[in-house]
């Protein structure tokens, strides 16, 4: 993701980026006005509008990231979208309070600007007209500063709606956790979204087409966190000994790829172990052959194409955690070792075993 993101900064210890789709908002600003007859000028206006409006957007992502980091949670980074922005936070608070105020930070930024503004402009005796706004046709003819103020409170309030994936849907999943536990008050929450998002996407076709799209953000970012907290309850408890693979191949680093090949076909092994004097060097996987077949030949040796950065964890290690330092990393297999002792390998594909047949074991 990054390498499709510029980095705008470090702030606080935390990255921020910028995703390459959001230029689209901003070319789709400067188309709009020109469609409408507006001139560079107001183009312009209105791209600067939303450059200030998205940097409003970055403090709200940073109340979540500093009210978590209270809690003992990093965040990775923030990256800015055409639809807003996102704090990836390495785990959400497991007690209900602080999920609580992780959630309510980021509305609460919004909020505090525009008291911040309301004040400002009361006090200046900037207040406009309503009743003239109403009547304008242009972002010049709106005072910069009320823009401003309306757009915060309107952020803060869609950001409140009780459903995934606002920060409305968190807060109210944290209210239930209180009284229920974590998995049923995300599917408890997950259901109000889904329900407040089919009536967007009923009033979108009447009153304005844009809510079908909020709709369908919102009906699918529900699921999606559902099916993310149904994995997480699954995990609970299971430790990467759980899912250990004990039988598994082991290649000579000075093997040639058509041995390797050999292996391959012989047995149901994907990935396979590399050792060198009962020392693992490195991971060949299944595509590491079929590259260097393509790129080096049958003789070429499987040290030139093995993955050396390979992951070696603990057999103690949860398997929660697994999937944060390793398969959210990109990598699909790590060496499990104990002190020097080689114990196994594990995979992506034997933790989906595992957590199916733990859910078959619950539905008995």
């Known amino acids: 993701m990054k390498s499709w993101s510029l980095k705008l900064g470090r702030f606080a210890g935390i990255e921020v980026f910028i995703h390459w789709t959001f230029w689209i908002i901003v070319a789709w600003i400067l188309l709009m006005h020109f469609q409408i007859g507006h001139g560079l000028e107001q183009g312009i206006w209105g791209v600067f509008f939303v450059l200030v409006l998205f940097a409003c957007v970055v403090l709200h992502e940073f109340g979540h990231a500093l009210t978590a980091r209270r809690f003992g ?138 809510l079908v799209f909020i709709g369908l953000f919102v009906y699918l970012g529900a699921g999606f966190e559902a099916s993310q907290e149904h994995t997480q309850s699954l995990l609970a408890g299971l430790r990467v000994k759980d899912a250990l693979i004990k039988r598994f191949t082991v290649l000579d680093p000075d093997m040639t790829l058509e041995e390797a090949v050999s292996s391959l076909l012989d047995s149901q092994d994907t990935d396979f172990l590399v050792s060198d004097d009962d020392r693992p060097v490195g991971i060949l996987s299944k595509n590491d052959i079929y590259r260097g077949l393509s790129e080096k030949g049958n003789d070429a040796m499987i040290a030139e194409v093995m993955d050396r950065d390979f992951y070696v964890v603990s057999a103690e290690m949860t398997l929660q955690d697994f999937f944060g330092e390793v398969l959210n990393k990109g990598k699909d297999v790590a060496v499990v070792m104990d002190d020097s002792s080689l114990l196994g390998l594990i995979d992506r594909a034997n933790i989906e075993e595992k957590l199916l047949i733990r859910e078959a074991l619950r539905r008995v």
């Open 73 to 210: 949670i990093a965040t990775k980074n923030i990256t800015l979208y055409p639809i807003g922005g996102i704090a990836s936070l390495e785990s959400m608070p497991e007690k209900p309070w602080q999920e609580l105020l992780v959630a309510l930070a980021g509305p609460a930024v919004n909020a505090l600007i525009a008291v911040v503004l309301w004040l400002y402009l009361n006090a200046t005796g900037q207040i406009p007209d309503l009743s003239a706004m109403k009547e304008s046709n242009s972002m010049l003819e709106v005072p910069f500063l009320w823009g401003l103020y309306a757009a915060n409170v309107v952020l803060a309030a869609f950001n409140l709606i009780p459903a995934f994936p606002m920060d409305g849907g968190r807060a109210l999943r944290a209210i239930l956790a209180f009284s229920v536990p974590r998995s049923q008050a995300t599917r408890m929450a997950a259901g109000v979204g889904q329900f407040l998002a089919i009536i967007f996407v009923f009033l979108g076709f009447f009153y304005n087409f844009w």
